[in-house]
């Protein structure tokens, strides 16, 4: 009888719905649909992993392709943006003590994302319409392989998810800059130099030092939304660009493909995209590093204004590196090779490796620390960059990218270690340490279970990349198939790993329900009671 | 020219080394981290020296790269060496077209792979018998994709894309297609 109990009610019946604000009510939906699909992204990974072992008889080859093109938008904009955004929609205010700007729009922002990755994951299930996520040109319009209606509904969700984003970039800068109703006037200016790291820079030359106006975490989703910003405009002006091929060919007209450089547009198309791996992700990453090592510690973080600096560097850093994804393309520049895909690409190893110095020293500053989820999870984040920076680095050399580019090592040690790895496992310790905050004390069902998903999640992931470096340096390709068995020792021993992956998150995604039950999960989703624009429960 | 597989295996290693330093040192970090310490202000000299190592790492790899690594050089100058044999390959809906059925390559000779793409990106790459990879590039239409390398030993290839083109790519092989041969 207990089980089903705490199934419906949750955890001693802790966790009561009907107390929750309306900003706790959204940052809850941003997560129950970050975690849905994560659960899509975890289990097309685990059909992908079986399928590189041996083929499944009733998955075709274009359905294959179909979950490879749409498993890392799920994963990022599904997943990731889901819970990233949700929590940044609570942090910013929570950090500065004022309201949310908008909580309309933060609802908004949650449902285009629900809904355009829904629409697109269907149309690419349905149609299998699988240009994969870099959509080299003319792939996605060349409708001699992929159906026009399917790429039509494609490119639309992942439109609405880019207009969610837009949304998601207006109500944090609109809060961080914004006067509530009754309160002093704000600076406008003053704050928005100190969220973008320009005071930080500024005061380097000023003897009489200028007050910092936002946290560094406040700084670091700024500075991280930038890029955001950046990648939601070029990856609506591309899905525009497809779309006008698509709609012509739905009317008969064939807009010849070559009237586009498939260089040109590589180098435009890879500029945002690199926005994301190579900028936002770097800067949100390090910002909830440094906020969850100040909490968890409850000490100020050690060089902070180094890491101010640092984040501005990796922000302008981000914008100048994106050819180091185009070193095996002969045509581009030499210069833009050595400069913008060597050089400047290794700039991310400092930058990301003050990251963790600062963030390991500030927690040993505190010792003796509890060894709490939080903790725990976020000393696997650090591990888990620390292992995929330096592999991307390397990758990263035109010398070593001649015999690495499009291996497995890219999409292994460097891509799902740093994803599953570095940045799940960040987001898991900022779940854990917000759930408590979010749910009004909700207590959590099973700490064996949350061992078991912190070392299933390590594990697994570390594996999983280990497994597929291996494959990835004996020349396995990514984006392909072998049907003969070339390489399933290493693809057997990745499948491994990635089934403590999907047991890792089973795990989790049932000690949550347990924790808020089944009514608090529903709960979520009803109308708050309260009226007000609080953040938390007064 | 050194072969590309003796440049993975000095990756491999220094990559092994370093993944298990740090992973040493996170597990040993995870440990301390939950005992009595002794508090004391963290040493500056310390982070200034992290800083300084992790320039020097980052701008030294490429350094020794560009000059261990025999085709980097190679490649960025390609457009002044002048080659010993040119192949002029053509690559259209999933096919490649080769100049003759197999490309004979002396040992030591500079040989241009000179690919030109009809319809998508594709990709181009030469492989081993072991189906390890010796080196590939993009092809991308509308431009000029050109690979210079110069072979030292006797061996067979075969030529497969290394870029996603759409399902069908994967298929995307010619078997056995090169031949080096070695005369002493």
Redesign the interface.
Known sequence: MKFFETLIKGEEGVFKPDTLTRMQKMTLRFVVVGLFYYGFAVIEGMIMRIYEIQPIPDIS??Q??AIMTAHPLVGIFGSTYSIVFGAFLFLVPFLMSKPLWSIKLGNWTLWLIAGGTMIFWLSGFIT?Y???Y?L????PA?FT??SVIGGTFFITGIALVMLGTIFFVINIYKTITYTPEGWEKQPKGALLKSALGITAVTNLFRSKKKEQLVSLPVAAIAQGTVDVAFNAAIILFTGVLILIFMVAALFGVDLKS?AI???LY?NWFWWGLDLVADGLVLIFVAGTWYLLATLITGKKL??EK?ARIALLVELVVSWTVWSHH?L????QP?YL??VSG??VT??E??TQ??AF?IT??T???A?????TNP??FL?GG??GF??AV??G??QA????N??L???QWVIG?HVHVAVLVGLAMTLYSAIYFLLPILTNGAKIYSQKLANFHFWAQLLGG?GMG?FMGMAG?????R????VNG??NLYMILAGVCGTFLLLGFLAFFYNIVMTVGLNGVIGIFRPSKYETRDLLPK | MVDSSAVLQGQTLAYTLYSLAILLLMGWFGFKITRQGKEKKSKDGLFYAFVTMLVILGVSLHIVTYNTIPWAEMDLNRAGIKADKVFEITVEKHQFFLPSEKLIVKCNEKVLFNVTSKDLTYGFGLFRKDNSMLFQMQVVPGHKNDLLWQFDKPGVYSIRSTEYSGPEGYNMVVRDAVEVKCTE
């Open positions: 080859t274009k294959f392709f299998h699988a240009p994969l870099t080299y040109w003319p792939l060349d392989q992929f070559t450089d498939a260089l590589k050690y060089m180094v185009l095996s393309d002969q045509a030499g090779k050595v060597e050089l290794a700039f190893l400092i490796g003050l110095f390991l020293t927690l040993w500053s010792r003796p620390l509890k060894m903790l725990k000393l650090l591990l620390a292992l330096p592999a680095i390397m050399d035109i010398g070593l001649r015999i580019h499009n291996t040690p570390v280990a340096l004996q020349g396995m390709l984006r392909s198939l072998y070339e390489f």
